[in-house]
């Protein structure tokens, strides 16, 4: 017989990318600090490359004494942690064989799922609800397999998921899936006033060339997400009103965003897949707002041609700058993927780095402006910081990210415009603009305008906080729903 007196115990399953990993160890962090067990669970893969890149002794699964919530368990929070295998060996590349990794994501991994989460639930009989990465497509599965509540936890902003949520309707439409896609201005989804083509998420700008893993993926996972009891999503209520809206009139939705550790800066937490830069030295030499930070994720990849136009465009500038060039930005066989005399002609002026702590850098008063790739975090992080945004999407929801950023929130510029490709004397000029001069004071006072949004949300009675507030009250209602025992608050039965 279940035990009647035991509070909220959520299994935590975030995708296996860092993009996504983030904002789940910032959810498992908050739900823990508001009376939750919590029970993480990462993949063996992402696990290793973490403690590697803290040089952190965790063993080999995680399942020891020390991981990477060990100091937040001295604090008091009740996280466990434990891991799982994707399928694939530790030492396979997946970034590189990309299209490999995600064939095992969507026909391997979800039997590896099932029995790991049988044997947790068998292990402890008191985990009761599943927080499982919207991208998943076994997620309803695994939670009525288990009795347990089935909330999707989305990582990027709510237009992007009303985007995938309706991808029937663009396929209905011809803006989607056809030899020829239509080019005119989308229209017709709930909750979305106007969008054009070249705005859609990557993958929604293919042709007819619809059957990979990734569309795979994205037809299961949008036809799985709308079984699930509730939908989180790591936004802000304010900044897109109507599309959350119109999702909250089909499912129970909950913007409780943006999800940041507590202190902003000091997450005791580590989440990073390389060896961090500290770069704060450096940055303590220069001038308030005079150094551009460049940066394009943990993930997607881009031309030497590219890298190159962009290395000459910061050469013409003549600005301050952080570069975080990740090895395999090109490929991981690619060396000397800089001009020759690269760094040499940049010296004392240009810093170029593996990786570092983002949100150290960012919120450093040196920092100015950031070149992005436009994920998410990045995105929000930014706008916490008051630094205004030069975008260059490369992948997947960094296209749709880039209209909010440039033009519905107001806060930053496109580094290409319309065409395809950069070249050095755009870059120079984009530069320039984002940092010096009257467009750029226009932008830092619209960035200061929407930070304030994000300020007022987080606060005791704002929208994410009176979300979070709900869904926790929503969500003790269906444990005891489907589970049949009363939740216990602040030591006494409820």
């Given at each position: ?283 303590d030499t220069k001038p308030h707002d005079s150094v551009l930070y460049v940066s394009f994720g943990s993930y997607a990849h881009t031309s030497k041609h590219e890298i190159d136009e962009i290395a000459n465009g910061l050469l013409l500038s003549g600005v301050n700058f952080i570069w975080v ?117 226009e932008i830092r006072e619209q960035v200061k305008k929407v930070k304030k949004v994000l300020e007022d949300a987080m606060e005791k009675n704002g929208s994410s906080e009176r979300n979070f507030l709900q869904l926790i009250e929503d969500l003790k209602a269906r444990i005891v729903k489907k589970k049949g025992f009363v939740i216990k608050e602040n030591g006494k039965i409820k």
């Open positions: 017989m279940a035990d009647t007196k035991q509070k909220p115990h959520a299994l935590l399953f975030p995708y296996p990318l860092q993009g996504h990993v983030i904002p789940f160890v910032h959810l498992a962090t908050k739900l823990a600090l508001n009376g939750f067990t919590i029970t993480f669970v990462n993949t063996e893969s992402i696990h290793q490359q973490i403690s590697k890149a803290a040089g952190l002794d965790l063993g080999a699964t995680g399942d020891g004494d020390a991981d990477i919530f060990s100091e937040a368990r001295k604090s008091g929070l009740d996280i466990r942690y434990a891991t799982i295998t994707d399928g694939f060996p530790l030492g396979f590349d997946r970034s590189l064989h990309h299209d490999q990794f995600f064939e095992g994501i969507l026909h391997v991994f979800p039997a590896y799922v099932d029995d790991f989460v049988g044997y947790l639930v068998r292990s402890d009989p008191t985990i009761n609800c599943f927080i499982a990465d919207t991208f998943f497509v076994w997620t309803s599965m695994i939670a009525s397999k288990y009795n347990l509540v089935n909330i999707s936890f989305f990582t990027e902003p709510a237009l992007v998921l009303t985007l995938y949520y309706h991808i029937d309707l663009l396929r209905q439409n011809g803006h989607f899936a056809t030899a020829d896609n239509r080019s005119d201005a989308i229209d017709y989804i709930p909750g979305v006033k106007s969008i054009t083509p070249t705005d859609l998420m990557s993958y929604l700008q293919e042709t007819d060339n619809i059957s990979t893993t990734v569309h795979q993926i994205l037809y299961k996972a949008f036809h799985d997400v709308k079984k699930g009891d509730f939908i989180i999503i790591n936004t802000v209520q304010e900044l897109e009103e109507e599309t959350i809206s119109c999702i909250q009139k089909k499912q129970p939705i909950y913007a409780i965003g943006p999800i940041f550790p507590p202190g902003f800066t000091k997450s005791c937490i580590s989440t990073s897949l390389w060896a961090e830069s500290d770069c704060t030295p450096w940055l060039l990740r090895p395999d930005i090109v490929s991981s066989d690619e060396s000397d993927i800089l001009p020759v005399g690269f760094e040499e002609s940049v010296k004392g002026r240009g810093r170029i780095v593996s990786w570092c702590f983002q949100i150290a850098v960012i919120s450093h008063p040196a920092i100015g402006g950031f070149l992005t790739h436009c994920g998410w975090n990045s995105i929000l992080e930014s706008i916490w910081c008051c630094v205004p945004l030069l975008c260059y999407p490369l992948l997947t929801d960094q296209f749709t990210n880039r209209k909010l950023v440039v033009d519905d929130f107001n806060v930053g510029i496109n580094l290409c415009d319309d065409k395809k490709y950069v070249n050095r004397e755009e870059v120079s000029e984009k530069i320039n603009r984002l940092m010096k001069g009257k467009s750029s004071e």
